[in-house]
């Protein structure tokens, strides 16, 4: 072994082997990769072979890893990707905050989600301490999935009667007019995404059940008009579409032990104009009112395929403007 090479053993005692290397050594290798180390996994115990520096950089990773595998969740190449991306902000103290972040349990398939970055846990965190969150980030940040989780978690644990999931029903771009059918046929592409969620959540017959009885509701957000929600999870989905009268129609729908969550991305507004979206009046509208919190998420936050997170930063180069937060 060469004199500036150093050996660190991880215990991985109750770490699920499979889940922690990965198929084929996937997660170990790319913790090799992006560490310039070599990673064996040997018994109990996780070896990373390496100069110092390296060894330093990749130690809260693989612990990380090791936690995770621990808990049974999912683990993949893109999170070891994005434990080293969350590590380099601040020396690992975002690993650790993650590390400590809350799951949400769902009831239906006992599925646990949970926080895959640091700006996750501080969503969820908002979302469980305040009565009022605002969720701003990228695509693929997981903002309206965990939301819809918590409100189902919520559901089960009878904090709640109901839940609401709105809409607006802006055409991207194009023309679903001619489309045949009557019209909930009609708003249902927009409102998809909502189902997708639910769906992954719920078993199907028992989704069925509550949607029949109203105990869950997916509707655009102008069927919101004259209600007041109590006892309800409100999930304002795709807020940067919804006008400035749209977006305080529904902050004033709000009844007695309810919750609201509001969801967006302000590089996706789909206006005529852009400075009518609701969202972005509400960012200094409502700054500072105890209750109401903001949430920003970004590029590291991303949680879909890896070239996510690039798309979003060429797409800012090209638009040659500098990132803001809530974008990448």
Do not use: C, W
Not at 191 to 198: I, V, W
Not at 219 to 241: C, S
Not at 256 to 270: F, M, W
Not at 275 to 292: F, H, R, T, W, Y
Request: proline share 5%; hydrophobic share 40%; aromatic share 4%.
């Amino acid at each position: 072994m060469p004199e500036d090479t150093i050996q660190h053993r991880i215990p991985a005692e109750g770490a699920d082997p499979l889940a922690l290397s990965g198929v084929n050594d996937a997660n170990l290798n790319e913790l090799a990769r992006r560490s310039g180390l070599r990673v064996f996994l040997r018994g109990d115990h996780l070896l990373l072979s390496g100069p110092l520096e390296g060894v330093e950089r990749a130690v809260p990773v693989a612990q990380h890893m090791v936690e995770v595998a621990r808990r049974g969740e999912p683990l993949g190449t893109d999170d070891v990707a994005r434990f080293f991306d969350t590590a380099a902000e601040d020396g690992g103290g975002g690993l650790e905050r993650l590390a400590e972040a809350g799951r949400v349990v769902v009831a239906g398939p006992r599925k646990t989600i949970t926080a895959k970055s640091e700006g996750q846990a501080k969503y969820l965190a908002a979302i469980e301490e305040n009565d009022i969150v605002v969720g701003i980030g990228p695509a693929g940040t997981g903002k309206t999935y965990l939301a819809v989780a918590m409100a189902v978690d919520a559901l089960s644990r009878k904090r709640v009667k109901r839940i609401i999931l709105a809409r607006p029903a802006v055409e991207a771009g194009e023309n679903l007019g001619f489309l045949p059918g009557d019209l909930q046929e009609k708003i249902d592409p927009y409102l998809r995404p909502l189902y997708d969620a639910l769906e992954d959540m719920i078993p199907q017959d028992r989704l069925r059940r509550a949607m029949e009885s109203r105990s869950i509701e997916i509707a655009p957000l102008a069927y919101m008009r004259g209600r007041t929600l109590q006892d309800a999870f409100v999930i304002l989905d795709e807020a940067q579409n919804a006008t400035t009268a749209q977006m305080k129609m529904f902050l004033t729908r709000l009844g007695l032990n309810s919750k609201a969550v509001i969801t967006g991305d302000k590089t996706q507004i789909d206006l005529p104009r852009r400075e009518d979206s609701g969202l972005l009046e509400i960012e200094e509208v409502l700054k500072g009112i105890p209750g109401i919190a903001f949430a920003y998420m970004k590029g590291s936050d991303v949680i879909r395929h890896r070239l996510v997170k690039e798309i979003i930063k060429a797409y800012a180069a090209h638009a040659g403007h500098e990132l803001e937060p809530g974008e990448a």
